[in-house]
């Protein structure tokens, strides 16, 4: 008599980690793209570091230059050229996506090599970019990297 009860509680108890599982999963879930960025960079780094470059910000049906630069310090020497890309996350607007964002850098490249973070500005914007680097990029700094439109 007692075996059908805990068949069922654990029935139960199965089914109630599925259903616990599948909501924290849903919490987790991406939240959609709303536009893409690609940028080519150029960086110079000997504790200070500067990074500069252009690209294009995808959104809404249209193709809006940008442009953006890096200030970061730390335990780095850099000399290379980087290639982003990345997705956009909670923006309306493409003016929402200029601003600053914190950046913490680490990175070991000699001759190549890739990388990924996730960037927030002040007006909610997220931004997930994934890096190709060519040259020698030796760094673990913090800093602030800034866009514009470039109209």
């Known amino acids: 008599m007692l075996r059908p009860t805990i068949k069922i509680l654990a029935l139960t108890f199965a089914i109630s980690v599925?259903?616990?599982?599948?909501?924290?999963?849903?919490?987790?879930?991406?939240?959609?793209?709303?536009?893409?960025?690609?940028?080519?960079s150029t960086n110079l780094a000997a504790i200070i570091g500067f990074s500069w470059g252009s690209g294009e910000l995808r959104m809404g049906g249209e193709r809006i230059p940008i442009?953006?630069?890096?200030?970061?310090?730390?335990?780095?020497?850099?000399?290379?050229?980087?290639?982003?890309?990345?997705?956009?996350?909670?923006?309306?607007?493409?003016e929402e996506v200029a601003g600053t964002y914190a950046v913490a850098t680490a990175g070991v490249a000699v001759v190549g090599g890739a990388g990924a973070v996730v960037l927030k500005n002040k007006k909610g914007t997220v931004l997930k970019v994934w890096s190709t680097t060519k040259g020698i990029d030796l760094s673990a700094a913090i800093g602030g990297l800034t866009l514009q439109l470039d109209e």
């Open 18 to 40: 599925a259903l616990i599982s599948g909501a924290v999963m849903a919490a987790k879930e991406e939240p959609p793209i709303v536009g893409y960025v690609d940028f080519d």
């Open 67 to 94: 442009k953006g630069k890096l200030v970061n310090i730390g335990a780095q020497l850099t000399i290379s050229k980087e290639v982003l890309t990345g997705n956009v996350y909670h923006a309306k607007t493409p």
